[in-house]
C-alpha cells in the first residue's frame, strides 16, 4: 500500500501513527518499513542493493528484498513525494516492486487549510513570496488561467487531478483510494480510521493519538523567515539553509501559541472554495473509491471569513530576539548594537546566518528533537 501524500493533509500525523505502531501493525499482518524516505529516493534515483556504494541505495535494496519477500497481509509505505511523480517515474517505481500488488492512497484537505501551509512551507525553504501575492497568485491562476509562482508552487502540491492521472493510469482506477481529511475540530483519529479503512488495517487497533504532528509557524515568524530570505537572497553562502531550517524556524515554531496564525482574507477564502471544487471535480472524474466525504473540501466559502493579519513591526521584533538567542547559540556574532527596527533585526539575522552556515547542526538538531530528515 502506497500512501502518496498529497503535502499538507496528515502525511506527518500518519507516519508517525504507522512508526509509533510498528509492533501491534505487525501483529495484525502489516509490515511497516524503516527508513522509508530514504529507501524511496533511492528506488528512485538511485541502484539499490546490498552491495551498493551509498547508505541510500543499500538501505533501497533492503526495503525492496523486505516488501517482495513479506508474507504477511502487506507492506504500508508513506511518503508525500510520491505524489510528485511522473508517469514514468511512478513506472519505475512499481517496476522495482515487480511481484508486488501495489494499492495507492492519496489524502486530500480543504484548501483553506493547505494554501496557508504551503506559503508556510515556502516561507522555510527561501521563498520571497509574500502571504497576499501567494493567495493572490492561485486566485488569478484559476480565475484568468494567468501562469505565475505561487500557482506553479501550489499546483506543484496539491493538483490532485495530475496526482490522479499519474497512479490511476499506473495502478487502474479500482486501486486507487481518495480519503478526505476531516475538517477543523473534528476527532483527531477519524483521519486515522478512514485511513486505515483505505488501507485495511484494522478499525479494532488501538493507537494513541498524541503524536508528533508538523508543528506550525505563526503568521509574524513566517513573515521573519520571508524578509531574511529577501535579503539572503543570490548571496547565502552554503549552509545557510540547514541553519534555518534546523535552527532559526524550529525555534520560531516556539512562539507559535502566542502569534497570531496564517489567515485567508474573503478573497483568499473564495480561492480555497474554488479550488476544493477542481479537486472534488477530479476526484469525481477519476472514479475512484472515496473514504470520508467531499463536503470536507467545501465550496462555498464562509460568510464570516476573518479580514487577515498583517504582522506588526513589534511582532517581527518579538521573532526576531528569539531567531537571535538561537544564533548566538551556534556561535554566530550579533550587531554592535541590537536593532531597534525590524529591518536593521533582520539584516542582522541575515549576516548571523551567513556566519555560522556550514557549521556542524548535529547538536542543534538534537537539542531540538530534530533529527536529519
Not at 28 to 47: C, E, I, K, N, S
Not at 275 to 282: E, F, K, M, S, Y
Amino acid at each position: 500500500m502506497l500512501h502518496i501524500g498529497a503535502m499538507k493533509t496528515g502525511t506527518t500525523f500518519l507516519q508517525q501513527l504507522l512508526a509509533d505502531h510498528r509492533t501491534a501493525l505487525a501483529e495484525h499482518g502489516f509490515r511497516v518499513p524503516r527508513d522509508q524516505a530514504l529507501a524511496l529516493r533511492g528506488v528512485l534515483d538511485g541502484t539499490p542493493g546490498p552491495d551498493a556504494t551509498t547508505r541510500r541505495d543499500r538501505v533501497a535494496g533492503r526495503f525492496l528484498r523486505e516488501v517482495q519477500e513479506y508474507d504477511g497481509r502487506g507492506s504500508v509505505v508513506s511518503w508525500e513525494f510520491l505524489s510528485f511523480l511522473d508517469p514514468s517515474q511512478a513506472r519505475r517505481l512499481l517496476d522495482a516492486l515487480a511481484g508486488v500488488e501495489v494499492d495507492v492512497v492519496l489524502t486530500v484537505r480543504d484548501a483553506a487549510r493547505t494554501m496557508p501551509a504551503q506559503w508556510q512551507t515556502t516561507c522555510r525553504n527561501g521563498t520571497t513570496l509574500p502571504w497576499p501575492r501567494f493567495a493572490r497568485g492561485i486566485g488569478a491562476w484559476l480565475d484568468e488561467g494567468r501562469d505565475n509562482r505561487a500557482a506553479r508552487l501550489f499546483r506543484r502540491t496539491q493538483g490532485v487531478s495530475q496526482m490522479l492521472d499519474v497512479w490511476t493510469g499506473a495502478v487502474g482506477r479500482d486501486r486507487v483510494r481518495v480519503v478526505t481529511v476531516p475538517r477543523s475540530g473534528a476527532d483527531p483519529l477519524l483521519l486515522w480510521r478512514r485511513f486505515a479503512e483505505a488501507t485495511g488495517i484494522d478499525s479494532d487497533l488501538a493507537v494513541d493519538p498524541d503524536v508528533r504532528r508538523n508543528p506550525s509557524l505563526g503568521h509574524p515568524s513566517c513573515e521573519l523567515l520571508r524578509l531574511i530570505n529577501v535579503v539572503l537572497a543570490g548571496t547565502a553562502p552554503a549552509g545557510s539553509e540547514q541553519v534555518i531550517r534546523a535552527v532559526v524556524a524550529p525555534d520560531l515554531e516556539t512562539r507559535a501559541g502566542s502569534e497570531p496564525p496564517v489567515r485567508l482574507d474573503r478573497r483568499g477564502r473564495e480561492v480555497a472554495a474554488a479550488w476544493n471544487g477542481l479537486v472534488r471535480d477530479a476526484v469525481t472524474s477519476a472514479g475512484v473509491a472515496v473514504i470520508g466525504d467531499l463536503d470536507d473540501l467545501p465550496v462555498a466559502p464562509p460568510p464570516d471569513a476573518e479580514d487577515a493579519h498583517r504582522p506588526s513591526p513589534a511582532e517581527l521584533l518579538a521573532a526576531a530576539e528569539t531567531a537571535r538567542a538561537g544564533l548566538l547559540g551556534l556561535g554566530a556574532t550579533p550587531a554592535a548594537s541590537t536593532p531597534t527596527d525590524f529591518d536593521g533585526a533582520v539584516d542582522e539575522l541575515a549576516a548571523m546566518i551567513r556566519e555560522v552556515a556550514g557549521v556542524d547542526l548535529t547538536e542543534a538538531r538534537r537539542a531540538r528533537g530534530r533529527g536529519r530528515r
